[in-house]
């Protein structure tokens, strides 16, 4: 079958036979499809494919050897594609630079991401074209019982020039591709803790240094509840008139004696007056709650207290209401603290119904938010 190509402004598609690959302007890999799963390539090399299966979509990461013959393989189709007779002189160009594209080159490329990155942990699926800018490394607090995301690093908000370093890093690093990003996300896990005039001038300066055109979607970042009594009224509609736009929360869940057990700080109650006052601020928010946290011994108050919390929420437009189904992790001594208080994880198939009546509630009582699933499986930046 004879290969069709697609060309848009920012990406190349080549298909053939209901598989079809993609690739950004450079030439770089982006994602790959055929039917039944899909491998997307991270912009540090990682490669993540997500296959459908009885409890919806699961997700795993390539190693090194299926990479390199992955890409090999695209490149032998692109080669002999390229040598076909009736190709025009700038499809033929594009061919040759994805063929340029070898598995080495590809990894040296993602090598150089960790020389400005530390690892992007976790971001929201809407913001994984954003462009993220670290302005500060790791969590303030980094202690729930559920997250590891951070414990590789210590907090630090960068100064003036550890920042001017790392946008002048990010520049060369995207070069023509940052045309292609569709926001600017501050990194890491809460950078809205940083003191609201050197979150300003912070703003400022990426303001000075990145094409305007990342900011016409707003500014996005993740917040804890907790920390976020420090930040007054007036503070927050400053900074989102600086052009902070929407919060990512986490909120995990309504149930006070869970969020003890998770190390969560703060109660629900205190968590819904910090996201009112987001919304009082003018911001659009994104909840994330945690399903299937603490088990079957939690299970119906989880579910109860968190639909309890959300519907007093006054979601607008634009909201979202993420999903996120529970996943063990390795490193803060969950296992650990959840078998001494007789925890046990939720089958998978508890879990799927958890998430389908969270979702089908949660959609009827805020029709005008947007409830999806996020699987920090997925993620791949
Ligand atoms: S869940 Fe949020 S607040 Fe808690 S440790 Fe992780 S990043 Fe920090």
């Not at 090399?45 to 390199?68: D, I, P, T």
């Not at 990155?117 to 019982?145: F, K």
């Not at 550890?162 to 569709?182: C, G, I, P, V």
């Amino acid at each position: 079958m004879t290969p069709v190509a697609t060309m848009r402004e920012a990406t190349l598609t080549i298909g053939a036979d209901k598989k079809y690959a993609t690739f950004d302007r450079t030439g770089r890999l982006l994602f790959y499809t055929e039917p039944g799963k899909a491998v997307r390539r991270g912009l540090d090399h990682r490669m993540v494919e997500s296959a459908e299966g009885e409890w919806g979509r699961s997700y795993r990461e390539l190693n090194q050897a299926e990479k390199n013959e992955m890409i090999e393989a695209l490149r032998e189709g692109i080669r002999s594609y390229s040598s076909s007779a009736d190709i025009d002189v700038i499809l033929r160009e594009k061919l040759e630079q994805i063929g340029a594209w070898t598995s080495e080159k590809l990894a040296r490329d993602g090598d150089q991401f960790h020389i400005m990155y530390r690892p992007i942990s976790i971001l929201p699926p809407d913001q994984y074209r954003s462009l993220v800018v670290q302005v500060a490394e790791g969590c303030s607090y980094n202690r729930c019982l559920f997250c590891d995301f951070y414990r590789d690093r210590p907090f630090h908000i960068k100064s003036e020039q550890e920042l001017t370093l790392h946008l002048a890093l990010l520049k060369a690093f995207f070069a023509e591709r940052l045309q292609d990003r569709s926001g600017v996300f501050l990194g890491d896990g809460n950078a809205l803790v940083i003191p609201t005039e050197r979150l300003q001038s912070i703003i400022h300066l990426l303001k000075r240094e990145l094409p305007s055109t990342l900011f016409e979607s707003g500014i996005a970042t993740f917040m804890d509840t907790f920390s976020l009594e420090r930040k007054s009224l007036e503070e927050l509609r400053r900074l989102r008139e600086e052009g902070m736009q929407i919060v990512y929360v986490g909120f995990e869940t309504g149930a006070d004696p869970l969020r003890d057990f998770l190390r969560k700080q703060g109660t629900a109650d205190e968590a819904l007056t910090a996201m009112i006052t987001l919304k009082q601020a003018g911001y659009q928010l994104a909840v994330i709650v945690l399903v299937g946290a603490g088990g079957k011994e939690y299970a119906d108050r989880h579910v109860k207290d968190t639909l309890s919390v959300l519907a007093k929420l006054p979601f607008t437009r634009g909201d979202l209401i993420y999903l996120s189904p529970f996943v063990e992790p390795d490193n803060t001594g969950y296992t650990e603290t959840a078998t001494s208080a007789g925890l046990a994880a939720l089958p998978e198939e508890e879990l799927d119904a958890q998430y389908e009546f969270l979702r089908q509630e949660l959609r009827s009582m805020h029709p005008e938010v947007k409830v999806t699933r996020y699987s920090i499986l997925q993620h791949l930046y």
